[in-house]
């Protein structure tokens, strides 16, 4: 259990913070960029439960949590030496990915397939929806960037690339099963 009696420390104040392993690193790091976008991903998934219900409200529930142990991931390096941790650090499971994915396929078997690219909009869960899709392709991009220099968990990479899927096929669910999808017409303001 985490326990927080103080929110601030005064320890970023000279534009470092620290890692889950406790070295410190400038806030502007690679790796602070990638879990700092995974923490911005889960508040654009807080926006968009307040338009969920059911179902739908259940899932972005446990995306919230997964979001949080992909941080707790993220700001944890040096992979390598997890079995020498004192305490055994939080990483990603495949588990999570393929929790991901069989939602997918079973919100996908309720829609027709596409015919013409998606604007963002539609419903508000569906607008909110494309945002936390975008955000997601960014946190993405940030952690594959970081994997290039640094060790990243390659379940926690996947996480994120099937998370925005999940986030796209969800918007066409919130839009009437896809009916009242926006289409791009293709130079139609010509």
Not at 142 to 158: F, H, Y
Request: aromatic share 6%; net charge negative; proline share 4%.
């Amino acid at each position: 259990m985490v326990v927080l009696s103080k929110i601030y420390t005064r320890t970023g104040d000279a534009g470092e913070t620290a890692l889950g392993n406790g070295s410190r690193v400038a806030k502007h790091s690679q790796r602070v960029n990638a879990y700092g976008t995974v923490d911005e991903t889960n508040a654009t998934v807080g926006l968009a439960r307040l338009h969920a219900t059911g179902e739908m409200d259940e899932q972005l529930s446990a995306i919230q949590n997964d979001l949080f142990d992909l941080g707790a991931d993220l700001c944890r390096p040096d992979m390598e030496k997890d079995a020498e941790a004192e305490y055994p650090p939080l990483r990603m499971t495949m588990a999570q990915v393929e929790r991901l994915e069989a939602q997918i396929d079973a919100m996908n078997d309720a829609l027709e397939p596409l015919r013409s690219f998606i604007l963002p909009g539609g419903s508000p869960l569906a607008a909110h929806l494309h945002l936390c899709r975008t955000v997601a392709r960014r946190a993405e991009r940030l952690s594959v960037e970081l994997g290039t220099m640094e060790s990243v968990n390659p379940a926690g990479v996947k996480y994120l690339n099937r998370l925005s899927d999940w986030f796209f096929v969800a918007s066409r669910i919130a839009n009437n099963d896809g009916k009242d999808d926006v289409l791009w017409v293709p130079g139609a303001n010509r």
